[in-house]
Each structure stands twice: as C-alpha cells, then as structure tokens.
Antibody, heavy 120, light 110 residues
Framework: QVQLQESGPGLVKPSQTLSLTCTVS??????????WSWIRQRPGQGLEWIGF???????FYNPSLKSRVTILVDTSKNQFSLELSSVTAADTAVYYC????????????WGQGTLVTVSS | QSVLTQAPSVSGTPGQRVTISCSGS????????VNWYQQLPGTAPKLLIY???QRPSGVPDRFSGSKSGTSASLAISGLQSEDEADYYC???????????FGGGTKLTVL
C-alpha cells in the first residue's frame, strides 16, 4: 500500500516562499506509470490542482500558478517537493500530495494533507 | 473557477438513489475519462470511480459512474448515512494541459 506524507511549516509569512515535502513509502518515485502531484484546498472551498512532476524531473503546472510554482523530485530520498513563492493570504489552504496515474490521470493515493496558513 | 460544473448540493434519504452530475466540454470530459473522489468531513479525498466507470478495490458497488458526451454522473444507490460527504469530479483537460476538478457537490443524507 503506497503511503504519502506531507511535511513542512504550517505558518508562512506573506511574500515569502511556501515549501513542502512529500515522502513516499511502499512505492517508488521511479515508477513510469505515475506522476507525483500537489493539490490544494482553500478553507471551505473545492480542490485545485497545482502541478505534477515525473521522476525524470519533467513538470506540469496549473497556468494560474505557474509563475510562482516549482515542483522538484529527489528519487534518492523518494521525495518530491513544492515551492510556492510570493505567497499571500489567498494561498492559505490544506496542501495534499498525491500519486497521479499517467494513463487516465486519476489520483489513486493521497497524503493526509497539511494546513499552511499565510499570516504575518 | 471550475470548468467542470457540479451542483453545489444534493440530498437524499437512507435507501434512496441519488445522482451527482458533472458537466464539462470537448477538451475534458468530451475526450477524456472522468474520475470521482469522495471527501468525508475532515479527511483527504479518496478515489471513488476512475476511468469513468471503474471502482477501486474496496469501493461498494452501490457507487457507479457513467459518461455521455461532455457530461458524467455518479450514482449512489441504497444511500447510507456514511455516504454524507463532498463529491468531486475530475478530468484531464487538453487545453489546460492539466487536471480539472469540479466545484464539488455536498451530499446530505436526511
């Protein structure tokens, strides 16, 4: 059973960079059948796809966030990470990491999510 | 702003059958498969239906998916109190070159 776990600061100041890491257990990031993704959910709102990365390092990002987002992968640690720059209060959300299949683009495994609050 | 449109809420009584709809366009549902997620209160979303019709192992057959043209539906039969949750449709969008989620439908079991 693949497990994903988000980690990182729960509080980030406005204009700073939000950084989160997702650690994958019982599964390899080198799987050619999957992308590794970040999704967020603002308080009381729906789900928003942020982006995903392939083990090779190729990434795809939501155009609405693309200018501020970087997703990196570290296959040696079986981790991938999210960096979101120049954050504002609008970036306050629960951030989820998830595994995305390459065939029909569904998220089959999710982390439990981590709340990140942007506040001074 | 979701391009996949879902009704904000739906309700039903125990034992009843309810349907949740998801409307898209030719760049997403019209050309790709649809996936559905269930989010119980305070928890992470869980895959409920994939590839428009398939159920992951462990998902009861009370849940079923369908797709026609640029719309898709999730049906829940024999409604139970534990089905009370938010339900999201999602699909790959060729124009966005990414995954689109619907706005979500809150199911209330009366």
């Amino acid at each position: 059973q693949v497990q994903l776990q988000e980690s990182g600061p729960g509080l980030v100041k406005p204009s700073q960079t939000l950084s989160l890491t997702c650690t994958v257990s019982s599964g390899s990031l080198r799987s050619g059948a999957h992308y590794w993704s970040w999704i967020r959910q603002r308080p009381g709102q729906g789900l928003e796809w942020i982006g995903f990365i392939y083990y090779s390092g190729t990434g795809f990002y939501n155009p609405s966030l693309k200018s501020r987002v970087t997703i990196l992968v570290d296959t040696s640690k079986n981790q991938f990470s999210l960096e979101l720059s120049s954050v504002t209060a609008a970036d306050t959300a629960v951030y989820y990491c998830a595994r995305l299949t390459t065939e029909d683009f569904y998220f089959d495994y999710w982390g439990q999510g981590t709340l990140v609050t942007v506040s001074s | 702003q979701s391009v996949l449109t879902q009704a904000p809420s739906v309700s039903g009584t125990p034992g009843q059958r309810v349907t949740i709809s998801c409307s898209g366009s030719s760049s997403n549902i019209g050309s790709k498969t649809v996936n559905w997620y269930q989010q119980l209160p305070g928890t992470a979303p869980k895959l409920l239906i994939y590839s428009s019709y398939q159920r992951p192992s462990g998902v009861p057959d009370r849940f079923s998916g369908s797709k026609s043209g640029t719309s898709a539906s999730l049906a829940i039969s024999g409604l139970q109190s534990e089905d009370e949750a938010d339900y999201y449709c999602a699909a790959w969008d060729g124009s966005l070159k990414g995954v689109l989620f619907g706005g979500g439908t809150k199911l209330t079991v009366l």
